[in-house]
Nanobody, 125 residues
Framework: QVQLVESGGGLVQAGGSLRLSCAAS????????MGWFRQAPGKEREFVAG????????YYADSVKGRFTISRDNAKNTVSLQMNSLKPEDAAVYYC??????????????????WGQGTQVTVSS
């Protein structure tokens, strides 16, 4: 069982930055692909960024490429999302997600096994 707890959401002006963090429980963190998803009101949940087990490979939605950076610290069981140049359309509830052991990053939310409770990101224009 894996528990994920996000932090770092809040209100920021357009053009500003936020850093989201996700703390994971369990001893198999380093064997799991990790990712961030988001869901805005009235919209479907969408993939934002993913990172491989070692951290050597990262994946981004086209809408956030060049602005967001995902990273992980396997020694601390944490994954982070640095969000720069935020836009009003980035406003959403952001969720940390983990896949099963020995997994790879996939874009489909249904393939992710564990989810955090979400953290709200609000971007004012």
């Amino acid at each position: 069982q894996v528990q994920l707890v996000e932090s770092g959401g809040g209100l920021v002006q357009a053009g500003g930055s936020l850093r989201l963090s996700c703390a994971a429980s369990g001893r198999t963190f380093s064997s799991r692909a990790m990712g961030w998803f988001r869901q805005a009101p009235g919209k479907e949940r969408e993939f934002v960024a993913g990172i491989s087990r070692s951290g050597g490979n990262t994946y981004y939605a086209d809408s956030v490429k060049g602005r967001f950076t995902i990273s992980r610290d396997n020694a601390k069981n944490t994954v982070s999302l640095q969000m720069n140049s935020l836009k009003p359309e980035d406003a959403a509830v952001y969720y940390c997600a983990a896949r099963h052991d020995y997994s790879v990053v996939v874009l489909t939310g249904a393939a992710w096994e564990y989810w955090g409770q979400g953290t709200q990101v609000t971007v004012s224009s």
